[in-house]
DNA sequence: AGTTTATATGAAGGATAATACATATGAAGT
DNA sequence: ACTTCATATGTATTATCCTTCATATAAACT
């Protein structure tokens, strides 16, 4: 397998495919959280929350804050806002579907 | 499990959350080939590039266009492009090893 | 129509990651 | 120091994806 770019990317998008942490960088979008709250508003356990929020943390897509016993989680605004873009801007030009092309019921 | 933009957005990443795949887009980025041009450059065997080029496909991230009995691949420049350098931006800012953090050797 | 070349598809096996449950850590307040 | 609250980690099962080998399709040329 030839090296590249796409070593650099890998880990980058292997991080982001999967439904849990994408929707968690989805809240972070709007707001700060902890991980109870997170939890909560995706309606996952605490467990599987901060097993997903690792990963996040190890490519600085979110960064801690503490406040007192709470961890407060946020997203990385420039990289997540830019890639969001991306991916609005690949649905609406190139998605016939509008981005729910192929998309499995879960 | 909350549903939103992170619906749209998982396959998207799932899709390029695959070293073949990267290289592919990689290799696209460049010039342009054909399937057996590919599985050449990319030291993989041909039904392994055909396997992987579908998805890239099926979310336009590729097209095509015939050339007598060949199928000459293109990339979707806007797209992979405008991903490339949101990775790059976020590795030289974000990432301490510039990318290449955690990154296992295969 | 048959042959060759180029590409796509099917299916099985192995590898990898995700989830759930249980438990551990760790800070704050009493 | 003990208790409580908040979060993290370990582990095993399950689900998912990747790869390989074999075969099918399909176009172009004779």
Redesign the interface.
Known sequence: ??????????????N?????R??T???LMKKPMSVNELAE????EQSMVSHNLKPLL???FVYIERDGKKRIYFA?K??IG???K??E???Q???PTG?????KE?
């Not at 982001?16 to 849990?20: D, E, S």
């Not at 981005?99 to 998309?103: D, Q, R, T």
């Open positions: 397998m030839k090296k590249g770019l796409s070593e650099t990317c890998y880990r980058f998008f292997v982001l495919a999967n439904p849990t994408l929707a960088l989805e809240q508003s995706l309606g996952q190890e490519c600085n990385n420039e990289t830019a890639l969001l991306v991916v801007n690949h649905a030009n190139f998605c981005g729910k092309c192929h998309l879960s």
